[in-house]
């Protein structure tokens, strides 16, 4: 798994130019991000699932991957279909999903994946319309388990996810820390049904690769 290629950096662009708003930036996560966000997601148990939403070219995949997750008990959601192909080809353990985070439940239950303990979403969350934002956001915390958590991070100064909202979902929110070094800086958030935060958490299940 090595850093990303000079060859990803341009299909990555070439793919923002045609839906700038959809991608959210016109780069992959840097390192430094990626590694922010990885460093986020619990152990899971061996029979807990990852999901992410937004794969793009695999940035944030390979650093979970790195991190230790199974890439056997990963879903990854790509509405772009050049982009879900490529991450077919550059990680083919993991279950990628060409489609929209408003439909992940039915995206898992035809794929027979869950539990889902953790969600990362690189989905440029405050770009979204709201109506379209509310919809992913309740199907992320319809699919988590009582202890599970969604893992965001945001361009923005402020927490992508505005009070209310947390509040409508029962929520809670947590500043896991700024990528300084990305650019443009990333702040990654975590999001937590209220009353959970103290849960215990499994054992990883170790990536046999």
Known sequence: MGLRTAREEIFFLSRWLRAP???GSVRPSGRDLT???AGAVADLAPDEW???????????????I??????????????DRALSDWLRRAFPEVTVVTGDAEHLRRHLAA???GPVRKIVSSLPLLSLPRSQ??????????????DGSLVQYSYGPSCPVSRTLRNGLGINA??????????PPARVWEFKKRGLEQT?????????A
């Open 200 to 208: 215990p958490h499994h054992p990883r299940r170790k990536n046999a």
């Open 174 to 183: 947590r500043h896991v820390g700024t990528a300084w070094r990305n650019l």
């Open 35 to 37: 590694r922010l966000i």
């Open 66 to 79: 790195e991190n230790g997750i199974a890439p056997d008990r990963m879903v990854v959601l790509e509405r």
């Open 133 to 146: 934002r509310n919809v992913i956001l309740a199907e992320a915390f319809a699919v988590l388990g009582a």
């Open 111 to 113: 794929n027979n994946a």
């Open 21 to 23: 708003l959809k991608t």
């Open 50 to 64: 990852i999901v992410e939403l937004g794969g793009g070219t695999g940035a944030v995949t390979r650093a979970l």
